[in-house]
């Protein structure tokens, strides 16, 4: 069975400082992984996606993830949160033909 | 280039009541998917295609049909709505089953 685990329903981070949004699959298979963001009352947007290359995966807006699969992590991070950062972030799996989306983490930037 | 475009935007149906919710996408995709958004619980699939004139079922499927007659439209029916399926729906598509370009969603009310 596929699933996705995000670890944290709602983080608050200071502008400026890093962000870190937790996330964990299981996978029968090797896995294609996303990260999503959605902004208030809008679509999804792609932030970076692994597909079994490098597993460092740099994505748009400064935001960084790493595949780490004896940790079944693939978790986001980015150096310096700006307030255009706020918004629910989801961890996806992709397994054959589905995707499966984690429960979402709503990221708060303190000014 | 408009993407992924859905009709309507926003939606009040009676219990009962029938109605269909278009997709469309002018990317040529072959892939198109319908997801419904509920709080707290991520985006869960609820229909998929591969291609014209074909359909799978998601995680969610029952209450629901679709069709896809033409590669630019897949279109998403609830022949009987019920006020479990007030929700946020959205479409999303893709050239393979990679990278998903989401529309910009339609909210349902089911009174």
């Known amino acids: 069975a596929q699933s996705v685990t995000q670890l944290d329903s709602h983080v608050s981070v200071s502008e400026g400082t890093p962000v870190l949004l937790r996330c964990n699959y299981s996978s029968s298979y090797s896995p294609s992984l996303f990260w999503y963001v959605q902004h208030p009352n809008k679509g999804l947007q792609l932030l970076l996606k692994?597909?079994?290359?490098?597993?460092l995966v740099k994505g748009i807006n400064g935001f960084e993830a790493e595949f780490k699969k004896s940790e079944t992590s693939f978790h986001l991070t980015k150096p310096s949160a700006h307030m255009s950062d706020a918004a629910e972030y989801f961890c996806?799996?992709?397994?054959?033909?589905?995707?499966?989306f984690g429960t979402g983490t709503s990221l708060t930037v303190i000014p | 280039n408009a993407g992924v475009t859905q009709t309507p935007k926003f939606r009040v149906l009676k219990t009962g009541q029938s109605m269909t919710l278009l997709c469309a996408q002018d990317m040529n995709h072959e892939y198109m998917y319908w997801y419904r958004q509920d709080p707290g619980m991520g985006l869960r699939l609820i229909h998929y295609s591969v291609g014209e004139g074909t359909t799978a079922k998601g995680e969610v499927p029952d209450g629901y049909n679709v069709s896809r007659l033409k590669k630019q439209n897949f279109l998403l029916g609830l022949e009987s709505a019920a006020p479990s399926q007030t929700s946020v729906y959205f479409c999303a598509s893709s050239y393979s089953p990679q990278t998903q370009y989401f529309g910009p969603g339609t909210r349902l009310l089911v009174l």
């Open positions: 996806v799996v992709l397994t054959g033909n589905q995707f499966y």
């Open positions: 692994y597909t079994s290359a490098a597993t």
